[in-house]
Nanobody, 123 residues
Framework: QVQLVESGGGLVQAGGSLRLSCVAS??????IAWFRQAPEKEREFVAG????????RYGNSVKGRFTLSKDNAKNTAYLQLSSLKPEDTAVYYC??????????????????WGQGTQVTVAS
């Protein structure tokens, strides 16, 4: 059973930045991703990357503002959030699994989930 532990959430002013971290207990899966869920909204794909691939993919609402990176040696994925907007306010979840490329943005493609970390952007 893979365990994912997120950290780095918090309260920030609009235009500010945060860095989220997700540490995996082991790396026996292909893809690590971030999703977010705002109150009364569906879970939304934010970004994903394969351990073997250096090119991350992003959801349309965060392209150009968020950056996903990873450190394979530490089993850790980082999500740098920049130019934050109030609409970025949500609980951010780390997820792990083996989705095919065309299914990477579906939350149902992931087996393991972290507990989530709250990001609140004040206007």
């Amino acid at each position: 059973q893979v365990q994912l532990v997120e950290s780095g959430g918090g309260l920030v002013q609009a235009g500010g930045s945060l860095r989220l971290s997700c540490v995996a207990s082991e790396r026996n899966f292909r893809t690590i991703a971030w999703f977010r869920q705002a109150p009364e909204k569906e879970r939304e794909f934010v970004a994903g990357i394969r351990w073997s691939n250096e090119r991350p993919r992003y959801g349309n609402s965060v392209k150009g503002r968020f950056t996903l990176s990873k450190d394979n040696a530490k089993n850790t994925a980082y999500l740098q959030l920049s130019s934050l907007k109030p609409e970025d306010t949500a609980v951010y979840y780390c997820a792990a699994g083996n989705p095919i490329l065309t299914a990477e943005e579906r939350d149902s493609s992931y087996y393991y989930w972290g507990q989530g970390t709250q990001v609140t952007v004040a206007s």
